[in-house]
Each structure stands twice: as C-alpha cells, then as structure tokens.
C-alpha cells in the first residue's frame, strides 16, 4: 500500500524468501530490508511498516493468531519488531493476506480498510483521527456495521509521534516495542480494519490436524498452561522480588518493599469497596488453548477512575512486564493506580514498559532537582507516587503539557535534561524486569537484542534464576536467540513452547507447507534470521558500543538479594558471544558465517 500515491497493488508471496525466512519475524525482515536502506530515518515517509503473519497465523495451531509489526523503530532507530496476539492477526491471514507493506505517507489521515480481496483506503480526518483506540474500534464497526471487524490502530500517542507509540488491537493487545505505532502516527495511517472469510489452506489437511492434535495431547495437560491460565505472568513478581532482580526505583534497588501490594495475591486479594478483586477473569487470544490474558476491575472508588466510565468495566489487566514498569520501577505500590495506567496505555497506545521506565527516570531527575515542579505544574514526581504515576499517563497520553518531554522516552529525556545516566536503556529502549546484575544471562540477552533491550529475544531464566556465574551463558543466550527468531516467524506464541516442542512445531509446518522441517533446519532459520537483523542494524550505523549496558548496571552493584555486591558482566562474556556466533571482534558476521547462512 503505497499511501502517497494511495495505490495498493497485490503481488505473490516471494516463496524462494519464504524458504529460508518462514514467515512474520524473519520474513517481514527481509522484505523490509530489500524495500529500503537502514540509513532511512523511522519518522519519514520513506520507512516501511510490515504487518507479517506466520504460516502457522489463522490456523488452529495452538495459539496460531500472532503477527509481527516490521519497521525502523522510531524509539531504537535500530530493526524493530513487535508482536501482537489477540484476533487481529487471524482475521488477517482468512481474508487471504499473509503481510501488508505499508509505503509513503498519505498527505492526510486515513485508515485502511481489508474485506477479504476488497482493499479501500478511507478518509479519517473528522472521524477518527484524535480518538482514542477504544473509541476508534466502536466506531469502525459502527460504521461499516459489522461486529466481527478486527482492527489494529493508534491513539494520539501514535498520531504525536510519542517515542515508544505502540499499535493496539482488539482494545489490549499490542505490538508493543519500539515504537512502532510511531512510525504509523508519522504517515498519518489511523488503522487497519480487516475481516476475513476466506478461510486458510494447508497443504495436506489430514496430516496437519494429525500434528495439531499430537501439539495439543502435550500442551493442553501440562502444568506450564494451567499455570499461565489461572496465574498470567504476574506469578514472577514474587520470583524475581525473592531473586533480587527486580529492577526497582529506576534500578537504583533490585528488591521492593510494596511488592505483596502489586503481586498476584493482591491482585486476586477481595477489596472492601465492592467486595470483589482486581482480578475478574482470563482471556485467551486466536486459537489459543492457553489464555494467559488478564481481566480485570479497577476499584470503583480508586481516584483514577472518577468521571471516567470507560475504565469503571471489566477491562485488560497487568501483566509481569507492566506490572514491573508501573510498580516497583516507579516505587508505586497502589496496584489499582498501575491497572488503571496499564489500561490507559492501552487506551492510548503506548508500550507500558518503555512509559514506566521512562516516568522512573523522570522521577531520577525531578529527584535530582533537574526537573522541579514547574515543569509538573505542581506534581512532585516523587518515587512512589501513584499520582503522579497517574497524571504523567494522562499528560503523555494526551500530549500535553510535561507529557511532551515524557514522550521523548528515557534516554532522550535524561539526555535533554542533563543526566543521561539516569536511562535504563539498551539502544534506546527502556529495560523490561529482569536486573541484570542478578541475571547475567538476561543481561547479556539486553545488550545484544537486536531491538534494544528485551525479555523476548532470549531465554536465560532458569538458569539465571539458577546461578550467578557467567560461565556457559553465552550458549544459552545464542542458542535461545536463535530459537526464539524462529519461533517469531511461524505465527505462534512463545509462551505455547516448553510443553509443545520444536519438533511438535515442524510436524505441523511440513504438513502445513511445500517444504518438510525438522529442529536442525528451524535452528539455521533462526540464526539467519538474527544475523539479518543484525545486518540492518550494522547498515544503519550500530556498532559494538552499542552491545552494552547502562553504567549503574555496570558499575553499581546490586544491594541485596542473591546477586548482592555484583554487577553485570556483559563486557567478559561479549567476546565470546561473538565468537559463538562467528563474528570477528567487532561483531561483524564473518565472510564464512554469512556464506554458511546464505545470507
Ligand atoms: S499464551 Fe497468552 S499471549 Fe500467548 S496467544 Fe495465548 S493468550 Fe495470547
């Protein structure tokens, strides 16, 4: 879809690309990567936004809904691609598109609108440019009187270039890094609208159900599920409070004192005002036999919520990543406050982890007295301050005010504001809840992410949770990598595999496509695929320096908790990541890596 010209043509999937880079993830990144340079800048209208399926999206694979969003990350300016669930992505791959590629910017605001083959680009001026995501999926459906539309949008976030924007649909859930919605905010795309009836083929029906339901005799009894069902991800709270790693006070301490506040067991914990709890109920996206989603009820009397009847429903709630960032990395104990944050992030479409993290580093600075109350009309930013918290949602969700420079992100606004020390960042994204100086593995993980820092592009936790000594955790971090870029290609979710196994996976996948598979292939997969993204990041100017970790982390050991007096040591375990990986000592791909990988 080229929206300068506002023409839209449709062209066969690449297949010869499809065979070395699966789908989504991977092939987003290539066709990414051939449509344009790495030097483009993320907010022009010369940078690409993909939305990729995976060959497994719109099937009844278990948890076969995902996609990834594929673009320059106007946070990071380095690749980005973020993941979403929920039933966007499903409704996507049966109206019989397996990626759209967004080019341009249209001169004003529009939204795309996918009935099957019928594409229509359609104004949004005077409609719903300037609302929120909540509103413009009410309205959409209104519009084009159908129920069933699945829509994927930005808020004004997004249409403010807010640094870490992130693209909501089915009203909570995100592609969520990056800033990503940003990047759509900035060619003035209001949404996709799509509804499929098409239905998915694969390429031999009885051997792919056959698969399906050997993946489902082993997920669906397995304790991993009926844990992420009945308990989300807000289980780890405890696990890293108990650990001392969770990153609290924008990293200053690794344990928190208000954390029996903001767990699980307050979230499930009855309340006096309506006798109920925070936590209503589980959810589950497309075709998952999972459902780790959270419902929940904010507190009818909380001050959040006064005047806002939207929030006062059952409404999506915390999950680990966002409970961290808007709780002990804030300080703030008052788990109502971070759910209603949490659902304004939502509302407005901004990535809860990089907003929490940002607002800790602004509470650094108003600490510091680099930021005073003129700048907060009066709010004291303090640590622990849920209202705070609460009005730096509402000024950066809306734009205004001191939410202009909480829209920078972290690293921008300590920049701007004198201390750039205070950014809990890699590559400019803000750090999701792990410390690494009690997880050496994750940092590792953080500091060679391809898209800045991330808890979803490496799998080192039990192991770290295991030990401290950085010994063998080089492997672990680039064998994970590997095998989580491939998982990110299929159209599943990462959390289906542990109990469903890679070669559950490949059973499905050659029966689904021209092509058989099994773990060794998905390995090289993957690997290809991290050393292409690698590649676009070495293309737009990324270097070693940048395969690291924020000073504090580096220099200030933790204060308590199992890693108590250490500190990370990414520097030690760097050059042998890169040899693992075959690059030279600069983290360049070797001539021989790149040829192995045919790339
Ligand atoms: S496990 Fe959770 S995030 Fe993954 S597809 Fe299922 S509900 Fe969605």
Same mark, same amino acid.
């Given at each position: 879809?080229?929206?300068?010209?506002?023409?839209?043509?449709?062209?066969?999937?690449?297949?010869?690309?499809?065979? #070395?880079?699966?789908?989504?993830?991977?092939?987003?990144?290539?066709?990414?990567?051939?449509?344009?340079?790495?030097?483009?800048?993320?907010?022009?209208?010369?940078?690409?936004?993909?939305?990729?399926?995976?060959?497994?999206?719109?099937?009844?694979?278990?948890?076969?809904?995902?996609?990834?969003?594929?673009?320059?990350?106007?946070?990071?300016?380095?690749?980005?691609?973020?993941?979403?669930?929920?039933?966007?992505?499903?409704?996507?791959?049966?109206?019989?598109?397996?990626?759209?590629?967004?080019?341009?910017?249209?001169?004003?605001?529009?939204?795309?609108?996918?009935?099957?083959?019928?594409?229509?680009?359609?104004?949004?001026?005077?409609?719903?440019?300037?609302?929120?995501?909540?509103?413009?999926?009410?309205?959409?459906?209104?519009?084009?009187?159908?129920?069933?539309?699945?829509?994927?949008?930005?808020?004004?976030?997004?249409?403010? @270039?807010?640094?870490?924007?992130?693209?909501?649909?089915?009203?909570?859930?995100?592609?969520?890094?990056?800033?990503?919605?940003?990047?759509?905010?900035?060619?003035?795309?209001?949404?996709?609208?799509?509804?499929?009836?098409?239905?998915?083929?694969?390429?031999?029906?009885?051997?792919?159900?056959?698969?399906?339901?050997?993946?489902?005799?082993?997920?669906?009894?397995?304790?991993?599920?009926?844990?992420?069902?009945?308990?989300?991800?807000?289980?780890?709270?405890?696990?890293?409070?108990?650990?001392?790693?969770?990153?609290?006070?924008?990293?200053?301490?690794?344990?928190?004192?208000?954390?029996?506040?903001?767990?699980?067991?307050?979230?499930?914990?009855?309340?006096?005002?309506?006798?109920?709890?925070?936590?209503?109920?589980?959810?589950?996206?497309?075709?998952?036999?999972?459902?780790?989603?959270?419902?929940?009820?904010?507190?009818?009397?909380?001050?959040?919520?006064?005047?806002?009847?939207?929030?006062?429903?059952?409404?999506?709630?915390?999950?680990?990543?966002?409970?961290?960032?808007?709780?002990?990395?804030?300080?703030?104990?008052?788990?109502?406050?971070?759910?209603?944050?949490?659902?304004?992030?939502?509302?407005?479409?901004?990535?809860?982890?990089?907003?929490?993290?940002?607002?800790?580093?602004?509470?650094?600075?108003?600490?510091?007295?680099?930021?005073? #109350?003129?700048?907060?009309?009066?709010?004291?930013?303090?640590?622990?301050?849920?209202?705070?918290?609460?009005?730096?949602?509402?000024?950066?969700?809306?734009?205004?005010?001191?939410?202009?420079?909480?829209?920078?992100?972290?690293?921008?606004?300590?920049?701007?504001?004198?201390?750039?020390?205070?950014?809990?960042?890699?590559?400019?994204?803000?750090?999701?809840?792990?410390?690494?100086?009690?997880?050496?593995?994750?940092?590792?993980?953080?500091?060679?992410?391809?898209?800045?820092?991330?808890?979803?592009?490496?799998?080192?936790?039990?192991?770290?949770?295991?030990?401290?000594?950085?010994?063998?955790?080089?492997?672990?971090?680039?064998?994970?990598?590997?095998?989580?870029?491939?998982?990110?290609?299929?159209?599943?979710?990462?959390?289906?595999?542990?109990?469903?196994?890679?070669?559950?996976?490949?059973?499905?996948?050659?029966?689904?496509?021209?092509?058989?598979?099994?773990?060794?292939?998905?390995?090289?997969?993957?690997?290809?695929?991290?050393? @292409?993204?690698?590649?676009?990041?070495?293309?737009?100017?990324?270097?070693?320096?940048?395969?690291? @970790?924020?000073?504090?982390?580096?220099?200030?050991?933790?204060?308590?908790?199992?890693?108590?007096?250490?500190?990370?040591?990414?520097?030690?375990?760097?050059?042998?990541?890169?040899?693992?990986?075959?690059?030279?000592?600069?983290?360049?791909?070797?001539?021989?890596?790149?040829?192995?990988?045919?790339?």
């Amino acid at each position: 879809m080229d929206l300068t010209g506002q023409k839209c043509r449709s062209d066969h999937l690449r297949q010869e690309w499809a065979e #070395l880079y699966l789908g989504a993830r991977g092939l987003g990144t290539k066709y990414l990567k051939e449509e344009m340079g790495a030097n483009t800048d993320p907010l022009s209208p010369e940078n690409v936004l993909i939305f990729a399926t995976g060959p497994l999206t719109g099937t009844n694979s278990p948890t076969g809904g995902r996609f990834c969003v594929i673009t320059k990350g106007a946070l990071t300016n380095a690749i980005a691609c973020s993941n979403s669930g929920g039933q966007f992505g499903g409704e996507l791959k049966l109206a019989g598109w397996d990626m759209i590629i967004i080019t341009g910017k249209a001169k004003t605001p529009v939204y795309l609108l996918i009935q099957d083959e019928k594409v229509h680009l359609h104004s949004a001026s005077d409609f719903i440019w300037g609302n929120t995501v909540w509103e413009t999926e009410k309205k959409l459906r209104s519009k084009h009187q159908d129920p069933l539309i699945r829509i994927a949008s930005i808020g004004s976030a997004g249409e403010n @270039l807010v640094r870490y924007a992130c693209i909501v649909n089915d009203k909570d859930r995100a592609a969520g890094r990056s800033g990503v919605g940003a990047v759509m905010g900035s060619k003035n795309l209001k949404a996709i609208a799509v509804r499929g009836k098409k239905g998915v083929s694969v390429r031999d029906p009885k051997a792919f159900l056959s698969a399906v339901a050997e993946s489902r005799s082993l997920l669906d009894p397995s304790e991993g599920r009926l844990q992420l069902a009945m308990n989300g991800t807000m289980g780890m709270l405890d696990i890293t409070q108990a650990h001392g790693s969770l990153p609290t006070r924008n990293c200053r301490d690794v344990q928190f004192e208000g954390a029996n506040k903001i767990n699980l067991a307050a979230m499930k914990r009855p309340r006096e005002s309506d006798h109920g709890a925070n936590l209503q109920a589980n959810k589950a996206c497309f075709a998952c036999p999972i459902g780790c989603g959270r419902v929940s009820k904010i507190d009818p009397e909380h001050f959040s919520i006064q005047g806002k009847p939207q929030y006062q429903e059952a409404l999506g709630g915390l999950e680990y990543e966002a409970g961290y960032a808007l709780g002990p990395m804030t300080g703030v104990s008052d788990i109502e406050a971070a759910t209603y944050v949490n659902a304004a992030c939502n509302e407005h479409a901004m990535d809860p982890i990089s907003f929490g993290a940002t607002v800790a580093a602004a509470m650094e600075l108003f600490e510091n007295d680099a930021i005073s #109350l003129k700048e907060t009309n009066g709010v004291a930013l303090k640590f622990g301050s849920a209202k705070g918290l609460v009005w730096a949602v509402d000024v950066t969700g809306r734009f205004k005010d001191f939410g202009q420079e909480l829209a920078l992100g972290s690293k921008r606004l300590c920049e701007k504001f004198g201390h750039p020390q205070f950014a809990m960042v890699v590559k400019g994204q803000e750090f999701p809840g792990y410390d690494p100086r009690a997880m050496q593995g994750m940092g590792l993980a953080y500091a060679t992410s391809n898209r800045g820092a991330c808890h979803l592009r490496a799998d080192p936790y039990s192991d770290d949770f295991d030990h401290l000594q950085t010994k063998g955790k080089a492997k672990i971090v680039k064998e994970s990598q590997d095998e989580n870029s491939f998982i990110d290609s299929t159209g599943l979710c990462a959390f289906a595999f542990g109990d469903m196994g890679i070669d559950e996976v490949c059973d499905q996948l050659s029966a689904a496509l021209p092509s058989s598979w099994n773990k060794q292939r998905a390995q090289d997969t993957g690997e290809r695929i991290w050393n @292409l993204e690698r590649q676009f990041n070495l293309d737009a100017g990324f270097k070693k320096d940048d395969d690291t @970790l924020p000073e504090r982390v580096l220099k200030e050991p933790a204060k308590s908790g199992s890693g108590k007096g250490w500190v990370s040591q990414v520097p030690l375990m760097l050059q042998e990541y890169y040899q693992l990986r075959g690059w030279d000592p600069d983290g360049f791909p070797t001539k021989e890596t790149l040829s192995r990988l045919g790339l």
